[in-house]
């Protein structure tokens, strides 16, 4: 099984242990000035924050397309149908809902959801969870039970310097 993720989830694996567990990210994108930076790739969130500061401006996001989701599925579907696709809360971003489209696209994989109803570390922790599980055997039914246990005892508590990021 291959696990899927978007970079809203916050997973932190090496790049060795992404290909270990068989983990494919799709990034989001953010637009900030006319520039647009694909999450953890263009621009890392030390360095985004920089420029939000010296901006002003706000940023503006973007979830990966259905078509991205289905391009990739069909690519991963050649080694191994069987994926698992656990994404950010589809409360706060699209991205879930471009998983299932994309998926529909592509018939020759199996593809099973997740939201993750969370985002950030706990979401990476589900990721975590799902990627440990399914390299040790696990069907998916128990790895779905593992992650959403995972999500349940978890909890997130954000500190932000400005509110008005939250617009």
């Known amino acids: 099984m ?8 916050d997973l932190y694996f090496t790049p060795e242990q992404t290909a270990e567990f068989n983990v494919h990210t799709l990034t989001k994108k953010v637009t ?5 930076y694909r999450e953890g790739i263009d621009i890392e969130p030390g360095a985004f924050y920089d420029l939000l500061e010296e901006s002003g401006n706000l940023p503006v996001t973007s979830q990966p397309s259905a078509g991205q989701f ?11 149908p069987d994926i698992l696709s656990i994404h950010m809360t589809s409360g706060l971003s699209g991205t879930y809902h471009s998983a299932l489209a994309g998926a529909d696209l592509v018939p020759e994989a199996n593809v099973t959801h997740f939201d993750t109803k969370t985002l950030s570390a706990v979401a990476g922790w589900q990721v975590e969870a799902a990627a440990r599980a399914s390299k040790a055997g696990l069907a998916v ?3 779905l039970q593992m992650v959403k246990r995972v999500g349940d ?3 997130s508590i954000y500190n ?3 509110l008005k990021y939250l617009i």
């Open 153 to 155: 005892a978890s909890e």
């Open 70 to 80: 289905a391009e990739l599925y069909r690519d991963l579907a050649k080694k191994d």
């Open 141 to 143: 039914d128990r790895i």
């Open 2 to 9: 291959q696990i899927v993720t978007d970079s809203g989830t």
């Open 160 to 162: 932000l310097d400005e």
């Open 32 to 36: 900030l000035d006319g520039e647009t």
